[in-house]
């Protein structure tokens, strides 16, 4: 039970996420949603391990994917999901692909929103008490 509070006290730095994703920080705010739900045990106990690993920061992500027992449980995860895409049509992939698209987009819409707030409150909280706004002599 350890490992569980230890991964949700500690955080793995998201350098490791925007690495695998080229330095696009949606992809990486979405790996590492990916990664949550599988520690929270969605892809069985091996890939709950793994993804509490890594999102500790106690493994890096392809580490991980070198462990025997993680890749076996994955590619054994995936195999329905294969055969899924596989029996799909030309336009039901580009639906999914249209789908996936749209939730990138608004993971970076969010983030952009994300950095404005930040940045409107660094002014905010940058303001200097002596700035003479806000008072008068008279």
Not at 78 to 85: D, F
Request: net charge negative; hydrophobic share 30%.
């Amino acid at each position: 039970m350890d490992s569980a509070r230890d991964s949700s006290d500690k955080r793995v730095d998201d350098s490791e996420f925007l690495e695998m994703t080229q330095q696009d920080p949606a992809q990486a705010k979405i790996l590492r949603q990916s990664l949550e739900h599988l520690a929270s045990g969605l892809g069985g106990n091996a890939l709950k391990e793994m993804a509490q690993e890594v999102l500790s920061g106690r493994m890096g992500l392809r580490e991980a994917a070198n462990v025997s027992a993680y890749a076996e449980e994955a590619v054994q995860q995936s195999a329905p999901l294969a055969e899924k895409w596989a029996a799909m049509s030309d336009r039901e992939r580009d639906e999914l692909a249209a789908d996936g698209e749209h939730r990138l987009e608004e993971q970076r819409r969010q983030l952009e929103e994300e950095r404005r707030r930040a940045e409107s409150e660094n002014r905010s909280d940058t303001k200097s008490r002596h700035d003479g706004r806000g008072w008068s002599l008279y």
